[in-house]
């Protein structure tokens, strides 16, 4: 399997950005996404994830009501909307792939990574 993360960039606090992440390859039928961050001299830390057979979508505490993460099947892409967006919302951002089904907030649960894609909010 191999993800492709896309929509990085540079946004003043209060916007917004989508990422985008394609899965291509085996995936099978039922697994899950996950979204990862890093900020720099931090460990990466789960953002969320969803499930892709029921779409059942999960997020750390620190993010919700503000993300929002969700799928299109046809195009096996996961995305990450990210609005009300903050200067500690800086980081490089992760898509990662779980062939169990379950989203899991231990990135060691993910066999599959994206390359990253640096999310940077001025304040």
């Known amino acids: 399997v191999q993800l492709q993360a896309s929509g990085g960039g540079l946004v003043q606090a209060g916007g917004s950005l989508r990422l985008s992440c394609a899965a291509s390859g085996r995936t099978g039928s039922s697994y899950a996404m996950g979204w990862f961050r890093q900020a720099p001299g931090k460990e990466r830390e789960f953002v969320g994830g969803?499930?892709?057979?029921?779409?059942?979508?999960f997020y750390t505490e620190s993010v919700k009501g503000r993300f929002t993460i969700s799928r299109d099947n046809a195009k096996s892409t996961v995305y990450l909307q990210m609005n009300s967006l903050k200067p500690e919302d800086t980081a490089v951002y992760f898509c990662?792939?779980?062939?169990?089904?379950?989203?899991?907030?231990?990135?060691?649960?993910?066999?599959?990574w994206g390359q990253g894609t640096l999310v940077t909010v001025s304040s």
């Open positions: 969803i499930t892709w057979t029921a779409g059942n979508t």
């Open positions: 990662a792939f779980s062939y169990s089904g379950i989203v899991y907030s231990d990135r060691s649960r993910y066999r599959h």
